[in-house]
């Protein structure tokens, strides 16, 4: 057995793919290899930041979703702090668990929904999918800084088997929140604009006027 990403034939990238992403490797090769380079995984709170999430709008667009493999790298959109494919393309590992032998991989990967982009996503460790990759980051001066972004960012799950029922009256009261009204589902377009990043119609409802968005 030689090492090497998943999907390939001894550890050789196939012919014409030498400007893709690397694909198929697992968290611990991934580590791994950032330290053999004097880098590391950045945590999930040093990769949000430099994704720049707030400008996702822009760069979701324009980025490698709902696709049938990998873009060579560079081509997908820039963020704000200039980095680029950190939407979409291939999903990276973070540092963090999500529970035993579970980590952060984040950005989405080439076959997901852009809504991935900004999912905080885990996977087992151990996978290695060929859409899972990673990207290394220098440390700060300070490394507590990383040290303190590292430990587990996972709410408790609730004992489901230990909660009591809730009364009649609370049910109902429960039910009226997803209570709605059941009106015929002929609703006609009025009018269509379109944007530089989406479609919007207007339509109505019988006599509710709605808006809906289409990205593009």
Known sequence: MRAGPAGRELGAYPAGEDDKPVGGVSFYEAAAYAEFVGKQLPTCYHWMHATGVS??????????????????????????????????NVKEWCLNENGPGVRYILGGGWHEPACMFIDADAQPSWDRKPEYGFRCMKAP??????????????????????????????????????????????????????????????EHLEDIPTVNLEWV
């Open 55 to 88: 400008s996702s709008a822009v760069v979701s667009p324009r980025s490698n979703f709902d696709a049938q493999g990998p873009w060579v790298v560079g081509r997908g959109a820039m963020n704000v702090f200039g980095t680029h494919d950190m939407a979409g």
């Open 141 to 202: 001066v300070d490394q507590r800084l990383v040290e303190a972004s590292r430990p587990r960012h996972r709410a408790p799950a609730p004992v489901l088997r230990a909660q009591r029922p809730v009364s009649d009256e609370v049910f109902d009261a429960y039910r009226g929140l997803y209570s709605y009204d059941r009106l015929p589902l002929d609703g006609k377009v009025e009018r269509t604009d379109t944007l530089d990043w989406a479609v919007r119609q207007r």
